[in-house]
């Protein structure tokens, strides 16, 4: 039998994990007899590299350079292949062609990574880009406690606005290019990991992340179609490269401590203010104490965080496993966050190499703690004249109180908040050669997130009075399978190069498949939510057994690519996807996502040959189209019914049911068209290197609910596409390598983006609707008021409150009616438009100094031009109730008798400009020449927000920004923490 021997068997494939981890252990001590080959290895800067592994390729035969860099190898014939690798360093193949002698150099894997881009479904050199798109390489990371990826890219991606309180189960929000949708959940970017779309960012630990990638322009990202309107983040994670095993351990400790409070009258204050202004406490809320409740609820926060990594293989199989452990222990007493995340991978390669097998896992478990958001508001509020505890033990309270005055220590103590996360998440990819330039590629994965949430106030909660306890438990889960099959074809021939990708994806999610039950009425509190049968509720409660609601959603695609390069100098790429979603009306299910772009490498012109300081120039141009169906569920087209009331028939209640949601046919993505024109540039031999882009995106089809007559539908609203939201912007960034020498270094790197947004019509033929008031923050009067409005010709975050005109004779705040008169009564005359959330401008500034072994970097950022609602301050700004709550030492000045002075107004916007230096880092890496067992030990500490230049006068000018209803301070806010951290780096 004749056989081909293209498909030839020389590796057999393993059929157990197990035994490809142990058959990779042992290949580094393997040797075969034959002929000699000596050299050494060094680095760019010419110092011996010891630690490398020479592996003869095809064979288990491996050594490992010495201290001095020097390696002697025995090999099977003259036309062998090398292969040298070490961690950190960028992996070479060379043949020895007979020679005896071979002495080589590895570059730093981060610098020439920087040339490799991860586009979708494939890699691209950055000099062929044609699209707007950001890498952010592992030496580039934000340093300091983080708790999800996405904090390692705040402030170094321009255009990309990342917010972020102190809480460390909040993972903040995170907006591209602007604001482009009016639904909660549906601004925050795509994340692909290693290739699988919509991938939970919280399996992935930091230390185990090679490079993130970020999309920003529709040209790049329309290849993932209906789900790519806010960008994409693909993060690539570490993997076995075929090198001898290597162990590398990281970890950090550190303190953090709450970096700024709202002053607010001491004891002692209260007082001698309610003396100055013959007024007095009631008896009951002055035992003779002096209580600071923000010192009361706040600690010193512990952080931890330790990354174990093995990685290996030989030139036929790859594997990695690593662990990471993370404890996050809140600055507010009672919250945490701990997590536990695995990852381990194995590669197997075939058929004379032509055959790539990939299995990946990652899998994660996640504890947060979380206190009531009540614990906000009375830390400030709640009277410093008592103590935590009366003397009997028991905690101070005055139940007589209305409107939630509730002691802050009680409310931590006697209410549990506890959720745990368990995510899995299993990947096999298969990558088949076909013949020279045709490569098929299969994936398929599998994610299943499960969540358990356990609540329980007992019977000292001021929250549930008087029920013996109330406890609450649900648990569900959220499964996703996807299934990913395209192929690839490259073609060079003369001057013309050409890459073409067509491919298929199939997914199907299945969310909230569980259940949620709560009891009362508890004997004891000592079990707290764990045997919900002890509840014993009492006459007339009700026994919640909660709702099952199970949603699938399925999402079809066939998606194309083709790139062209034209002699290196011209280059065009176009991109087609059509994506079909069962989450749509009948009449719109399926939709088409385009993109075109083109660049012009103008560094290639003959009339820049000889303009020696252009190394690289390119101009870029771009439009795309691509969707968003985030931010609703798989029910959102259909007609529902549900039970509307409760009446009594023949001895027991019944439910009635009746229709609460009409059926559209015609619901579809909402869809953004972008268009890019950028400008890439390398100087004076890279020296100075960046990029310049100008954009302008359109979101159209924006879905909203619109009230309809009920002559022709059931209910009176209905779900539709109608609106328009525009987003204009500017990026730059600039890299400077501002002095290069033997011993000395320093690089700097600024990027700062400008972005205004404007909402262009929220009616059309059909519907129509004149605004949309949003932020109704309620208090004392105002329960009605809202404080943001959504508004044709205005940006989302637009503020509406009353304008305040200073104070009358009497002392009392007054406010300007529509006519410009003055009033001190409530009015809605007086409310009109009095500032944005929006930003002007966001800027980071990043410096790496390096002097021998000493490593410094700082970098700062900051944000200009925006506006916050400070209705924390507005809130207490209220002399007249310092009888009954503590008021800030801002309301001194306020006169006793103005009953107007908490009113929200334009007095209480102020400005969000901050600087802010977010960290510092200073490292010192040993030299280990002498030592084979260790290769690198890097020791580091980490300052995160040493300051902030400010004139916002609550904690903290970082407001979230994610939503419609952005730059909103509102008695919610987890204050923002300084830490300092001891952390090493050791790679054995």
Not at 2 to 24: E, G, H, I, Q
Not at 285 to 308: I, K, P
Not at 672 to 686: P, R, V, W
């Amino acid at each position: 039998m004749k056989t081909d021997s293209y498909y030839s068997w020389p590796d057999r494939l393993r059929c157990l994990l197990l035994l490809f981890f142990l058959a990779s252990a042992g290949l580094a001590n393997a040797q075969t007899a034959g002929q000699r080959v000596a050299g050494t290895v060094s680095d760019e800067a010419g110092a011996a590299l010891p630690g490398v592994t020479v592996l003869l390729k095809g064979s288990t035969t491996a050594v490992v350079t010495d201290d001095q860099g020097a390696y002697t190898i025995r090999i099977n014939s003259a036309q062998d292949v090398l292969r040298f690798a070490m961690v950190g360093k960028i992996s070479q193949e060379v043949a020895v062609n007979g020679r005896t002698t071979i002495n080589l150099v590895l570059k730093d894997e981060n610098n020439t990574l920087k040339d490799l881009v991860v586009v979708g479904y494939g890699t691209s050199d950055r000099k062929n880009l044609t699209g707007a798109i950001t890498s952010v390489k592992p030496d580039q990371f934000n340093a300091g406690v983080i708790s999800t990826p996405s904090q390692l890219l705040q402030g170094k991606v321009a255009g990309l606005n990342i917010t972020k309180s102190g809480n460390p189960n909040e993972n903040g929000a995170i907006i591209l290019r602007g604001p482009s949708s009016l639904r909660a959940g549906a601004q925050e970017p795509l994340y692909v990991i290693d290739g699988v779309a919509a991938a939970s960012i919280d399996l992935v630990a930091p230390d185990d992340i090679k490079s993130i990638d970020v999309l920003k322009d529709a040209s790049a990202t329309a290849i993932y179609g209906a789900r790519a309107a806010n960008g994409v983040i693909l993060i690539t994670t570490k993997r076995g490269d075929g090198v001898a095993p290597g162990l590398s351990y990281s970890s950090y400790a550190g303190t953090e401590s709450v970096s700024n409070i709202i002053d607010m009258l001491s004891a002692e204050q209260l007082r001698e203010y309610l003396s100055q202004n013959k007024k007095s406490l009631n008896p009951t809320d002055d035992d003779g104490s002096s209580t600071d409740w923000q010192e009361a609820v706040q600690r010193r926060g512990f952080s931890t965080n330790h990354n174990l990594s093995l990685y290996g293989g030989s030139s036929k199989t790859s594997y990695g496993i690593s662990a990471n452990f993370l404890e996050n222990n809140g600055i507010m007493k009672g919250s945490a966050l701990e997590r536990y995340t695995l990852k381990a991978n194995v590669g197997q390669k075939a058929f004379n190499d032509r055959l790539n097998l990939n299995f990946s896992v990652f899998n994660s478990r996640t504890v947060r703690d979380d206190i009531s958001p009540l614990v906000y508001p009375n830390m400030l509020i709640y009277l410093p004249t008592v103590s935590v505890r009366r003397p009997d033990g028991g905690y101070t309270e005055d139940f007589s109180r209305t409107r939630n005055y509730l002691n802050p220590v009680s409310l931590i103590d006697n209410n549990i908040i506890n959720n745990k996360i368990k995510t899995f998440l299993g990947n096999f990819q298969a990558e088949l050669d076909i013949f020279k330039g045709l490569r098929y590629t299969l994936s398929l994965s599998y994610q299943d997130e499960n969540t358990n949430g356990n609540f329980y106030n007992n019977r000292l909660s001021g929250i549930n009075r008087g029920l013996n306890g109330v406890a609450t438990r649900n648990a569900y889960s959220n499964t996703k399978k996807l299934a990913e099959t395209y192929f690839s074809y490259d073609k060079f021939f003369g001057k013309h190069a050409f890459k073409l990708l067509a491919g298929y994806s199939f997914q199907e999610d299945r969310n909230g498949d569980g259940f949620s039950s709560s009891n009362q009425g508890f004997v004891t509190d000592e079990l707290t939510y764990n045997n919900l049968g002890l509840g014993d509720p009492l006459p007339g409660s009700v026994v919640n057994y909660g709702t099952v609601r199970i949603q699938t959603l399925r999402l079809i695609s066939f998606y194309g690519r083709i790139n062209y390069d034209l002699n290196n100098k011209y280059l065009f790429q176009a991109s087609l996807r059509r994506d079909g979603s069962s989450a749509f009306g009948l009449n719109n299910r399926w939709g088409y996502f385009p993109s075109a772009s083109a660049a012009w490498r103008i560094s290639e012109e003959t009339f820049l040959k000889n303009a020696s300081f252009v190394e690289d120039l390119k101009l870029r141009i771009g439009y795309g189209v691509t969707g968003n169906s985030l931010g609703f569920d798989a029910f959102t087209r259909f007609s529902l019914y549900a039970p509307v009331e409760r009446f009594y028939y023949d001895g027991r209640y019944i439910n009635a049911v009746g229709p609460f949601q009409n059926e559209n046919p015609d619901l579809k993505w909402e869809r953004t068209a972008m268009t890019n024109i950028g400008l890439d540039f390398s100087l004076f031999k890279g020296r100075v290197q960046g990029s310049f882009d100008a954009y302008n995106k359109k979101t159209s089809d924006l879905i909203w609910d619109y009230r309809v007559s009920t002559t022709q539908y059931f209910v009176g609203n209905l779900t539709a596409n109608v609106g328009q939201i525009d987003n204009k912007g500017f990026e730059a960034v600039v890299d400077v390598s501002i002095f290069n020498g033997n011993k000395f270094s320093w690089k700097s790197s600024v990027n700062f983006s400008h972005n205004k947004n404007i909402v262009r019509s929220l009616s059309n033929e059909k519907f129509s609707l004149a605004t949309i008031p949003t932020a109704q923050l309620g208090g004392k009067g105002q329960s009605t008021n809202y404080s943001q409005v959504i508004q044709e010709g205005l940006p989302i975050g637009s503020f509406n409150t009353y304008r305040y005109a200073g104070k009358d004779g009497k002392g009392v705040s007054q406010f300007y009616l529509a006519d410009g008169s003055l009033t001190t009564e409530y009015s809605k005359a007086a409310i009109g438009l009095t500032g944005s959330a929006q930003p002007d401008l966001i800027y980071g500034w990043n410096n790496t100094f390096t002097l021998g072994r000493f490593d410094l970097n700082v970098f700062l950022r900051g944000v200009y031009g925006n506006q916050i609602l400070n209705a924390t301050l507005a809130g207490l700004n209220s002399p007249g109730d310092a009888t009954t709550n503590n008021i800030p030492q801002f309301a001194l000045d306020e006169a006793v008798n103005d009953n107007n002075s908490y009113i929200i107004s334009d007095r209480f916007i102020e400005s969000g400009s901050y600087l802010r230096l977010d960290n510092a880092t200073l490292s010192y890496s040993f030299n280990l020449e002498k030592l084979k067992a260790i290769k690198r030990l890097r020791l580091y500490t980490t300052a995160s927000n040493l300051f902030v230049i400010t004139k916002y006068r609550g904690i903290d000018p970082e407001i979230s920004m994610g939503g419609i209803q952005p730059g909103i301070d509102n008695n919610n806010f987890y204050p923002k923490t300084r830490s300092f951290l001891f952390g090493v780096n050791v790679t054995f």
